[in-house]
């Protein structure tokens, strides 16, 4: 299986502060054939059930703030929020769509300093 | 709108088999795939298989084969999975989740969850 290793557990960062959340994965999720990254980012606000963010490591899904992005490739991603605002607080997992089966990184709870 | 709405919540005892149903709305279910993942309480999102609405195909995680069931019902729009055989490491949140509209597996829509608690 695929292991999604992200870091941090958790951070804390000011309002309008830059936040960068990695996710490694144990193999590569990049397609030779297409040359696309199998990747996904999701947030989850508490209470509710995910939110698609970012899928092909960094095209963003529609009505998703601007001051989310994605990038990275093979195996190291990067989500980055460019500036934090209070309704960003959430856990956020990154996902591999590659191979079945699919699998998940632990999350990274982002709270306002 | 697209939306997901999923049945109550469930108390089940060990040993015991628990069906939960997904209501879509908004778009034709048999057009897309629809998978199934669990949270259990303070952790992360585990996938646990997901059909092809359209034929009724299915495929499972290796975890869960042989213990979990996905179905459909396109005529009622809604899909479905059980577990059976439960145990307390079962009590989790589980959602539906539609793939996307690639028709790749990652997920555009969420059901709002299903709580199921098994104890004795």
């Known amino acids: 299986d695929f292991v999604m290793t992200q870091s941090p557990d958790s951070l804390a960062a000011s309002l309008g502060e830059r936040a960068t959340i990695h996710c490694k994965s144990s193999?590569?999720?990049?397609?030779?054939?297409?040359?696309?990254?199998?990747l996904a980012w999701y947030q989850q606000r508490p209470g509710q059930p995910p939110k698609l963010l970012i899928y092909w490591a960094s095209t963003r899904e529609s009505g998703v703030p601007d001051r989310f992005s994605g990038s990275g490739s093979g195996t190291d991603f990067t989500l980055t929020i460019s500036s934090l605002q209070a309704e960003d607080v959430a856990v956020y997992y990154c996902q591999q769509y590659y191979t079945t089966p699919l699998t998940f990184g632990g999350g990274t709870k982002v709270e306002i300093k | 709108q697209v939306q997901l709405v999923q049945s109550g919540a469930e108390m089940k005892k060990p040993g015991a088999a628990v069906k939960v149903s997904c209501k879509a709305s908004g778009y034709t279910l048999s057009s897309f795939a629809m998978h199934w993942v669990r949270q259990a309480p303070g952790q992360s999102l585990e996938w646990m298989g997901w059909i092809n609405a359209g034929n009724g195909n299915t495929k499972y995680s290796q975890k869960f084969q042989g213990r979990v069931t996905i179905s459909r019902d396109t005529s009622a729009s809604t899909a479905y999975m059980e577990v059976s055989s439960l145990r307390s490491e079962d009590t989790a949140v589980y959602y539906c989740a539609r793939g996307s509209i690639q028709q790749l597996p990652f997920f555009d829509y969420w059901g709002q969850g299903t709580l199921v608690t098994v104890s004795s």
């Open positions: 193999q590569s999720v990049l397609s030779s054939s297409s040359n696309a990254n199998y």
